[in-house]
C-alpha cells in the first residue's frame, strides 16, 4: 500500500469518525423524532379541543320522546338549554316515526348554515354529518343511540372552554412505543362494548393485538371504525383512578403492516370525552381490555371536571 493510500484511507477513516461525531447515533436521532411527533400530536389534540365546537363546548344532552319536545331556557322545557344563552321558548323537536323534526317559535332566531329556520326535519349524526342548528352562541343537533334519539347541545362561550389551560400528561417515554402481534379473527368478532349511558353497543373486533411488557403478555381488541384506516382502542389499565381517568382512556394504532406488526404508542393514549363534561355518551373499556398493568403514559386525568 502507497503512502498516499494509506494516507487517503486514514483520511476518510477520519471524516467518517468526524461525521459521527457530529451526527446523532441512529438510536438517538429515533427517540427525537419520536419525542418530536409526539409533542406535535398532542399540540394538534389541544389545537381540537379548544376549537369552538370541541367536546369543551358540550353543555347539554336531552333524550327526546315520542311526539312534542319544547326547548328553551325556561322551566318545564325537555331540552333545557343554559340559563342566560336563549329565550324561554325557542320551539320544538318533535319525534315521530323514528324522525325529528323541529319547529320554531314565531320571532325566534335559529338558523341552519346562516338561513332562519321555521320548521325542518332533522338528520342525526347516525347518517354522518347530522344537521346543525344555532342560536347565537349555542349549536345543537340530533343524536342516535340505539333505539333513541336526543339533543346535544354546544355553546361556543362555554367556561370549561374559556378555561382551558391544557392536558396534563406522562414524559415522553420511548419505552411505552410498543410493538404488538396481529392476530387475525376470520371471520372477525362481534363483542360487547358498554357505554356510560348503560345502553351497550355491538363493535367489529378484526383481531387481538398482541405484546409484551415487563416479561409478561397482554392482549388487547381494537374496534373497527368504518371508514377509518386506523384500528380503534378502548382500554383500562391499573393507573385508572388513580393518575388517569377512571373510566380508561382511547388510543388509535395503524392497521398491521407487511409482517402482521402494528405499533402501539401509549404516548398518545388520550382521554375520552367523558373527562370534560357529563354529557357525553362514551364507550367503556370492555372487559378483555382492562389490563393488570400500569401504563404511565399518555394523558393524566383532567381535574376539571
Not at 2 to 17: D, E, F, N, W, Y
Not at 143 to 166: H, M, N
Not at 240 to 269: C, I, K, S, W
Request: net charge neutral; hydrophobic share 35%; with cysteine.
Amino acid at each position: 500500500m502507497t503512502l498516499r493510500r494509506l494516507l487517503a484511507g486514514t483520511l476518510v477513516a477520519a471524516a467518517g469518525i468526524s461525521c459521527a461525531a457530529r451526527q446523532p447515533a441512529p438510536v438517538e436521532r429515533d427517540v427525537k423524532e419520536h419525542r418530536t411527533e409526539v409533542e406535535r400530536w398532542r399540540a394538534q389534540r389541544a389545537e381540537r379541543l379548544r376549537r369552538d365546537d370541541g367536546w369543551l363546548t358540550l353543555v347539554g344532552l336531552s333524550w327526546l320522546e315520542p311526539g312534542e319536545n319544547r326547548f328553551g331556557s325556561g322551566p318545564g322545557n325537555r331540552v333545557a338549554l343554559p340559563e342566560g344563552t336563549a329565550p324561554t321558548d325557542l320551539g320544538s323537536f318533535d319525534l315521530k316515526d323514528g324522525k325529528v323534526r323541529v319547529r320554531v317559535s314565531p320571532g325566534a332566531d335559529v338558523t341552519h348554515e346562516g338561513r332562519p329556520v321555521v320548521e325542518m326535519v332533522l338528520q342525526s349524526d347516525a347518517a354522518g354529518s347530522p344537521t346543525v342548528l344555532q342560536h347565537g352562541s349555542l349549536k345543537f343537533y340530533v343524536i342516535e343511540r340505539s333505539d333513541r334519539f336526543g339533543i346535544r347541545v354546544k355553546d361556543s362561550q362555554a367556561r370549561a372552554l374559556r378555561e382551558f389551560t391544557g392536558m396534563e400528561n406522562f414524559p415522553i417515554d420511548p419505552g411505552w412505543r410498543l410493538t404488538a402481534r396481529f392476530e387475525p379473527y376470520a371471520p372477525p368478532r362481534k363483542i360487547t362494548v358498554p357505554n356510560v349511558t348503560g345502553e351497550p353497543t355491538q363493535e367489529t373486533v378484526p383481531g387481538a393485538l398482541v405484546f409484551e411488557k415487563g416479561g409478561k403478555s397482554f392482549r388487547l381488541e381494537p374496534v373497527a371504525e368504518e371508514g377509518s384506516e386506523e384500528l380503534f382502542i378502548i382500554f383500562g389499565d391499573a393507573t385508572n383512578g388513580h393518575e388517569t381517568y377512571g373510566a380508561g382512556r382511547f388510543l388509535y394504532a395503524p392497521q398491521p403492516d407487511t409482517a402482521g406488526l402494528v405499533t402501539l404508542d401509549f404516548n398518545r393514549a388520550y382521554n375520552p370525552p367523558c373527562v370534560f363534561t357529563p354529557y357525553a355518551t362514551c364507550p367503556l373499556p370492555p372487559p378483555q381490555n382492562k389490563l393488570a398493568l400500569r401504563i404511565e403514559a399518555g394523558e393524566k386525568a383532567y381535574e376539571d371536571h
